[in-house]
């Protein structure tokens, strides 16, 4: 009797298992895109949209970096005032005895945006220093007080102006730029310091050309009949034709209101900087 186990037939064969993992056919089959998802209109859409997208937040972080955000950052400019003794000043000068002094005064743009510049002024008068009483200190300090100090031995006495004039010439300054003005001054002799007063009125936006912001006429500076410095109104090239007021506070809130209606970010840049001269008595 044969060992050999019986040969099936060929239909009854076992099948062997598909090479693979077990489920992988299945698996692929449920994981097949339907038809409109393998579209190539949808493709196109798609790509539209995404190059909309983008390009939607380009142009807003630009105007968000680049324009928006600088324009609401603070401006400023800081200023630098000196008062340096010129070589052999006094020996060859005007009078016996004056001090010739070289007024530097320098203006940094600190902010990131560029800044317009109207017309500046400045204007310097000494100061004496007379020696006094120390006891008589309680009675001179019993107020109010003034823009000139109170000192125990000593009072000091500002003389009239002496010098004054328009300080930059330049329209603008650009971010992190540094503009500079020098002159050579005279101080009578016997001055013991000086005191030097700068105003720097500044806008944020580029002002209209023609002279059209301050109705056809531009803005210089000029005393009133108590010598105290206004803003004036003039014809470009023809100073003599100012509008002029004798009343600086009415004056002051009329420029005010023309500036800042046509630049919110307008500020009047005022620093006022006491300096004391080697060689004053």
Same mark, same amino acid.
Request: net charge neutral; with cysteine; proline share 10%.
């Given at each position: 009797? &044969?060992?050999?186990?019986?040969?099936?037939? =060929?239909?009854?064969?076992?099948?062997?298992?598909?090479?693979?993992?077990?489920?992988?056919?299945?698996?692929?089959?449920?994981?097949?895109?339907? +038809?409109?998802?393998?579209?190539?209109?949808? %493709?196109?859409?798609?790509?539209? *949209?995404?190059?909309?997208? !983008?390009?939607?937040?380009?142009?807003?972080?630009?105007?968000?970096? $680049?324009?928006?955000?600088?324009?609401?950052?603070?401006?400023?400019?800081?200023?630098?005032?000196?008062?340096?003794?010129?070589?052999?000043?006094?020996?060859?000068? +005007?009078?016996?005895? &004056?001090?010739?002094? $070289?007024?530097?005064?320098?203006?940094?743009? !600190?902010?990131?945006?560029? #800044?317009?510049?109207?017309?500046?002024?400045?204007?310097?008068?000494?100061?004496?220093?007379?020696?006094?009483?120390?006891?008589?200190?309680?009675?001179?300090?019993?107020?109010? @007080?003034?823009?000139? =100090?109170?000192?125990?031995?000593?009072? *000091?006495?500002?003389?009239?102006?002496?010098?004054?004039?328009? #300080?930059?010439?330049?329209? =603008?300054?650009?971010?992190?730029?540094?503009? %500079?003005?020098?002159?050579?001054?005279? /101080? +009578?002799?016997? !001055?013991?310091?000086?005191?030097?007063?700068? /105003?720097?009125?500044?806008?944020?936006?580029?002002?209209?050309?023609?002279?059209?912001?301050?109705?056809?006429?531009?803005?210089?500076?000029?005393?009133?009949?108590?010598?105290?410095?206004?803003? #004036?109104?003039?014809?470009?090239?023809?100073? &003599?034709?100012? #509008?002029?007021?004798?009343?600086?506070?009415?004056?002051?809130?009329?420029?005010?209101?023309?500036?800042?209606? @046509?630049?919110?970010?307008?500020?009047?840049?005022?620093?006022?900087?006491?300096?004391? *001269? !080697?060689?004053? &008595?």
């Amino acid at each position: 009797m &044969s060992s050999e186990p019986p040969i099936k037939p =060929h239909a009854e064969r076992e099948t062997l298992p598909p090479k693979g993992m077990p489920g992988a056919r299945a698996r692929a089959g449920s994981l097949r895109l339907p +038809p409109w998802l393998r579209s190539p209109s949808l %493709h196109e859409w798609v790509r539209t *949209l995404g190059i909309i997208i !983008a390009a939607s937040w380009g142009i807003y972080t630009f105007l968000w970096k $680049e324009i928006y955000v600088p324009s609401q950052a603070p401006a400023s400019i800081s200023l630098e005032i000196s008062l340096t003794p010129v070589a052999g000043g006094g020996a060859s000068g +005007p009078s016996p005895g &004056s001090l010739q002094r $070289e007024l530097k005064v320098s203006a940094t743009n !600190a902010s990131t945006r560029r #800044l317009y510049l109207l017309s500046s002024f400045w204007e310097l008068f000494p100061i004496r220093r007379q020696v006094l009483n120390r006891s008589t200190f309680s009675s001179r300090a019993s107020g109010p @007080f003034d823009a000139i =100090h109170v000192e125990r031995g000593a009072v *000091l006495q500002p003389y009239p102006t002496e010098a004054a004039g328009k #300080l930059f010439v330049d329209d =603008h300054i650009n971010p992190g730029e540094t503009i %500079h003005r020098s002159v050579i001054v005279s /101080l +009578p002799p016997g !001055a013991y310091a000086a005191q030097v007063d700068v /105003l720097v009125p500044v806008l944020t936006r580029e002002p209209p050309k023609g002279n059209a912001l301050l109705g056809g006429r531009v803005l210089e500076w000029g005393y009133d009949k108590s010598d105290v410095v206004i803003p #004036l109104l003039c014809v470009d090239g023809n100073p &003599s034709d100012c #509008l002029r007021l004798d009343d600086p506070e009415k004056q002051d809130r009329l420029m005010d209101r023309k500036l800042k209606a @046509f630049d919110a970010n307008y500020f009047l840049n005022e620093q006022s900087v006491q300096v004391g *001269l !080697a060689g004053g &008595s």
